[in-house]
């Protein structure tokens, strides 16, 4: 018997205005509210004006949420980062349909990790690839 897959995917937006903690909070309430609908889970990360963003669940309710995601005009210029088809155990965020981690006001947050950011703001090779990215801030939403 094989195991259920999900797909996880993650993409890059620039914020056509930028977003306060208060800003953040509302989208993601509403992002929350609307993936537990479809049981798709995953974290927003905002670091100087830009979205990374992993969403994880039925491969094609992702799509669909990906496209309607993108033709949303508080971001501009979403990219794929990366599309995988994991075990549906493998769920990375399954404790939230969406969170959010504002790398800018975490100041705790590994100086590397902050870089490993930028970098893949700016279309550079970073130290900590963006899978991992995504396991750092779950562990600091954990906490
Ligand atoms: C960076 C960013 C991330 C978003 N993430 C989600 C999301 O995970 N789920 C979601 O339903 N909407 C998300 N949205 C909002 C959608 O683009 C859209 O505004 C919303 O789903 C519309 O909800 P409604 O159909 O209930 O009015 C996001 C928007 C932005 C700018």
């Known amino acids: 018997m094989s195991a259920m897959k999900i797909k996880q995917l993650v993409y890059i937006s620039k914020a056509t205005a930028p977003f306060t903690s208060a800003s953040l909070k509302d989208l993601t309430d509403l992002a929350n509210a609307n993936n537990a609908k479809l049981n798709v889970t995953g974290c927003m990360a905002y670091s100087a004006g830009y979205f990374l963003q992993l969403l994880e669940g039925n491969a094609e309710t992702v799509d669909s949420l990906y496209r309607k995601i993108a033709k949303d005009t508080r971001h501009k210029g979403t990219k794929l980062l990366l599309?995988?088809?994991v075990d549906e155990d493998r769920r990375l965020?399954?404790?939230?349909?969406?969170?959010?981690?504002n790398v800018d006001t975490t100041v705790d947050f590994p100086q590397e990790l902050k870089q490993s950011m930028t970098d893949i703001i700016n279309d550079r090779t970073a130290i900590v690839p963006v899978h991992r990215l995504f396991m750092e801030f779950r562990k600091y939403l954990g906490k």
Do not use: L, P, R, Y
Not at 93 to 101: H, R
């Open 83 to 85: 599309e995988a088809t």
């Open 93 to 101: 965020f399954g404790k939230w349909f969406m969170s959010s981690f």
